[in-house]
């Protein structure tokens, strides 16, 4: 048994003894032994004034003082002036203020305490014989691993299975299972809600991202925030102020009771239950957030963050090479480009490859195999598709020396103005389009950055190693303070440096480059969905799911809580100078002085475990988180007709009249059909369910303006598509609906951004 929980035992041993030693008291009182009351009186209070005095040894040796000496200094005189009942009442009022806080600490440490318990013991070991249960601390790395439905994962490893539905709500606190591939993660603890699936281990049970949660976990139960410990300084202050007014009490009146009233009602005191109580109720709901916060020290510095620093790749981007659009030549097919390149990139092991193929897969592609395929590394790949001789790389890889067409020199162009890498695909020497790829902005990028703003943070910087355009294009779309580009591993610790130097500095990274900043920090915040061990045991603050917008939750769970805190101890200290006055002025007596304190404890404590839940609004309403993630969905598919309208619309630059007529028509049909459908929907339907959430039910005016704009915009589109003949088709025409297009290509991405803010908004969050 640990130490930690041996004392919680002597407490309540000791707050049992003290009561059993009240009541028998008071028969013995009533019974006219007055000699044996005070006797059983004392008896009951000695073991606690005994367990204080090793408690205030203890403390001192460690350098801190509280006003457990008032509570001392009470006991001690209230025996030493033959009022037993007295002290033995503060005996028990003490120790039933510890018990108590032990409650209050025990239920905010609950959802911390369940990834503990929740640590698997065994593994199902695959063998050749069969399969074998064994510890979970004997599977190794490459050993293949049988998970059931409804069991934990053991460790991190490799899904061998064709597939996978886990539920991952107890790392990342997203409720809803995820489906994962064969050659996907699967990380230790997670939950198998499907079927039995295998998996091979790519890490001992030591060393998966369980264990190494649990480790975090633990230390932030034990460790003391620097918040707590200035409380216990504070908490000085009330010694003299009380022996002050004890003192003064006695003077005045000449009757040495008032001095004990005062006393006893000053202790225990709120200075010492509130700080702990809040603290790690808000670790308790960062927790439930999917948010590790490695102890009470790390929230209370976040509670006072001025200056953010994030990381731009894997951070305030997605990560990795995705691609963004797909650019066949005039005459091509966007498919057949992407389906060629996907199927040549199955034989390389590039990141961008891997990118490719699986934008292929995901489009539902059907991908040949390759032959004699031969890579320059650096440059790009070749080989036969089909009895087809099939090139995929940069532009000097498939056009040497030759200067690329108008349409080619186009795509580079517009690969420059997204920062994206571009991949040129060729068939029999003749390139047939290209792909582009970049990092994009992650999703909840601008709603983080803005909610950091609104939690009081004043300067939002992005240090990054990526080239200077790249990273100002980031900065200016999220409207940062500044960015810092080309910059390595040291180069961002300076950085850090330079910020902390000034005020208190926050860093937000997910990679292994990141760490050393992170240390640096006043506070580092480590991405660790994706297992950047090296980061996460940098940081102070792990996210655990792969949303950016748990950064400003953190911000705002600590700021509540350090709230609350000093709420509770500057309430709770109030009411106590009022009862210490009352007491000094004989308005209580000292049993019903300790009485009053330990109503002033309760009421302290129960305001600190507000902490554990969100601020309550001016009763709104939250939309079930279910039907905030419907919207999106509509909105991710929304997003595929939009890509092909702006598809349509860069293919009329070099499209002749007999060309342009079906691509005019389909983005007629695309526009008059499924978009304008859906706005119609929220207009008519989502909307109103909306304004039962929104405590301004003149919020959505403005979205309602850019449904008419948007309809407006379809109707000119209609205007030109009626009729539309191609020899009536004229190069101004084609302008007219490019024009037509970009606009409400535009306006339709602007307006889903704002109204995914609003989703955000009205979503239930816990």
């Known amino acids: 048994m640990d130490n930690l929980n041996m004392e919680r035992i002597v407490r309540r041993a000791l707050v049992a003894a003290a009561l059993a030693a009240l009541a028998v008291g008071i028969a013995a009182r009533l019974l006219g032994a007055q000699t044996t009351a005070d006797l059983i009186w004392a008896a009951g209070t000695l073991p606690i004034i005994a367990a204080l005095i090793v408690s205030m040894l203890r403390d001192l040796m460690n350098g801190r003082l509280g006003v457990d000496a008032v509570a001392l200094i009470s006991m001690s005189a209230a025996l030493v002036m033959g009022q037993g009942l007295a002290a033995v009442v503060v005996a028990v009022m003490y120790a039933g203020g510890n018990v108590l806080e032990d409650f209050a600490v025990g239920r905010a440490e609950r959802d911390l305490r369940s990834l503990v318990d929740r640590a698997p013991r065994s593994a199902h070991k695959c063998l050749d014989d069969g399969i074998r249960d064994i510890p979970v601390e004997d599977v190794e790395i490459g050993d293949r691993v049988l998970v059931r439905a409804g069991e934990i994962v053991p460790v991190d490893g490799i899904i061998s299975s064709p597939d996978a539905m886990i539920d991952e709500s107890a790392l990342t606190g997203e409720p809803m299972p995820v489906h994962r591939r064969q050659d996907e993660t699967a990380r230790s603890g997670t939950l198998n809600s499907g079927g039995t699936f295998a998996l091979t281990a790519t890490a001992r049970a030591g060393e998966s991202t369980y264990a190494g949660i649990v480790r975090m976990a633990t230390a932030a139960q034990t460790a003391k925030a620097p918040f707590v410990r200035m409380a216990d300084r504070y908490a000085l202050l009330l010694l003299p102020f009380a022996l002050a007014v004890a003192g003064g009490a006695w003077l005045i009146s000449g009757d040495p009771i008032r001095a004990l009233a005062v006393l006893v009602t000053a202790t225990p005191c709120p200075l010492i239950l509130a700080a702990p109580v809040a603290f790690v109720a808000g670790l308790s709901r960062a927790a439930r957030r999917g948010i590790l916060i490695k102890g009470g020290g790390a929230l209370e510095t976040l509670a006072r963050t001025h200056t953010v620093i994030f990381d731009k790749t894997g951070t305030l981007t997605v990560g990795g090479a995705r691609l963004v659009a797909t650019e066949p030549a005039p005459g091509g097919n966007a498919d057949d480009v992407l389906r060629l390149a996907g199927s040549l990139e199955q034989a390389s092991q590039h990141i961008v490859a891997a ?35 099939v090139r995929a790389g940069s532009h000097p890889f498939i056009y040497g020396s030759t200067k690329p067409e108008d349409w080619a020199l186009r795509v580079l162009r517009r690969a420059a103005w997204r920062s994206a890498l571009t991949i040129f695909v060729s068939v029999d020497g003749k390139a047939i389009g290209a792909l582009l790829l970049g990092d994009e902005l992650r999703r909840e990028s601008p709603r983080t950055v803005q909610a950091l703003r609104t939690c009081g943070v004043r300067r939002i910087l992005m240090v990054t190693g990526d080239r200077v355009d790249a990273a100002e294009t980031i900065g200016i779309a999220l409207d940062l303070d500044a960015v810092l580009a080309d910059r390595g591993p040291a180069d961002k610790v300076d950085a ?22 992170l240390a640096r920090a006043d506070v580092g915040v480590a991405m660790g969905a994706r297992g950047a061990s090296a980061s996460s045991e940098a940081a102070d603050v792990v996210i655990l799911v792969d949303r950016l917008d748990r950064v400003s939750d953190a911000v705002e769970i600590a700021q509540r809580a350090r709230r609350i805190a000093m709420q509770s101890i500057l309430a709770g200290m109030a009411m106590s100078a009022v009862a210490m006055l009352a007491a000094a002025a004989g308005w209580l007596a000292p049993v019903a002085g300790a009485l009053t304190q330990e109503v002033i404890d309760v009421a302290v404590i129960l305001n600190a475990l507000r902490a554990l839940g969100p601020a309550r609004g001016s009763g709104r309403q939250h939309m079930p988180a279910r039907a905030a993630n419907r919207l999106r969905e509509e909105h991710e598919r929304l997003e595929l007709l939009l890509d092909r309208l702006r598809a349509i619309a860069d293919a009329l630059d070099t499209a002749t009249p007999n060309d342009a007529v079906p691509l005019i028509l389909e983005a007629g049909r695309i526009v008059s059909g499924p978009i304008v459908g859906h706005e119609r929907n929220d207009e008519t339907d989502v909307y109103p369910r909306l304004l039962e959430f929104l405590a301004d039910k003149h919020g959505l005016g403005a979205m309602s303006r850019a449904h008419r704009e948007i309809l407006h915009q379809s109707r000119l589109l209609g205007r030109i598509t009626d009729g539309l003949d191609p020899a009536h088709v004229d190069f101004y025409l084609v302008r007219d609906a490019q024009r037509v297009m970009e606009s409400i290509e535009a306006l339709v991405r602007l307006h889903n951004a704002q109204e995914e803010e609003i989703f955000e908004h009205v979503a239930a969050k816990e």
Not at 368 to 386: A, D
Not at 496 to 517: K, S
């Open 496 to 517: 850090v440096a330079a910020e902390q130097r000034l005020h208190c500095t926050v860093m937000v990274g997910d990679g292994i480059n990141d760490a050393p900043a």
């Open 355 to 389: 990118a490719i193929v699986a934008s292929a897969v995901g489009k539902g592609l059907h991908l040949e195999m390759p032959l004699n395929v031969r890579e320059s590394m650096g440059s790009g790949l070749e080989g036969e598709i089909g009895g087809r001789r």
